[in-house]
């Protein structure tokens, strides 16, 4: 483990949403040819299990403002060893946030000084719990449904600008509810 990763793991929740708040800005044509190349990195460091590998997120909705962090969703066999699955993303410079069941998150480009130039969450979920696709695919095909949540999201923001949970729990509703039209009324996202 780097040191920049101990010192960052060291530090409390309300100290890491205060050195990382949440920041919506503009669609930079930029995040495709970013999601871009990380996808085709995570394809080399992954390629032994034969990952479905997509751009998620809000970055991939070119009509809304974002925060400035490229999703990414790696769908894997749920027969993979997901100890060693960790191992390979955080010997290749992934943090890894979160392990839950059968999902895991990393993350690239967080630095004990504040976000680093590009910065990238990975979701590791197994395959077919993807539902992250269909509401991004349902925006992009949707432009009013896509603006009212970023309206939402602009509206959050004054709250929730330094409470990351808070405010991925405050759009929960609209996403459920958008990803529900898909499971003949009920949704899947966590």
């Not at 949970?165 to 996403?175: H, L, N, P, S, V």
């Amino acid at each position: 483990m780097s040191e920049a990763v101990k010192k960052l793991k060291d530090l409390t929740l309300e100290e890491l949403w205060e050195l990382f708040p949440i920041v919506l800005v503009p669609h930079c044509s930029c995040w495709k040819e970013w999601a871009d190349d990380e996808i085709k990195q995570l394809q080399i460091i992954l390629t032994e299990i034969c990952p479905i590998i997509n751009h998620i997120g809000s970055t991939a909705i070119s009509t809304i403002q974002a925060k400035p962090i490229i999703d990414i969703l790696v769908e894997v066999s749920t027969r993979l060893d997901w100890n060693k699955l960790r191992d390979v993303m955080e010997s290749s410079g992934y943090i890894c946030m979160s392990v839950s069941g059968t999902r895991m998150s990393f993350n690239k480009g967080y630095t004990p000084s504040g976000y680093a130039d590009k910065v990238f969450h990975i979701h590791i979920h197994p395959i077919g719990d993807n539902d992250e696709i269909f509401f991004r695919d349902f925006l992009v095909n949707h432009p009013d449904t896509a603006k009212e949540y970023e309206a939402l999201k602009l509206s959050l923001l004054p709250k929730f600008k330094h409470n990351r949970d808070g405010y991925t729990e405050a759009k929960t509703e609209f996403i459920e509810r958008i990803v529900s039209k898909r499971n003949g009324g009920r949704a899947l996202v966590s």
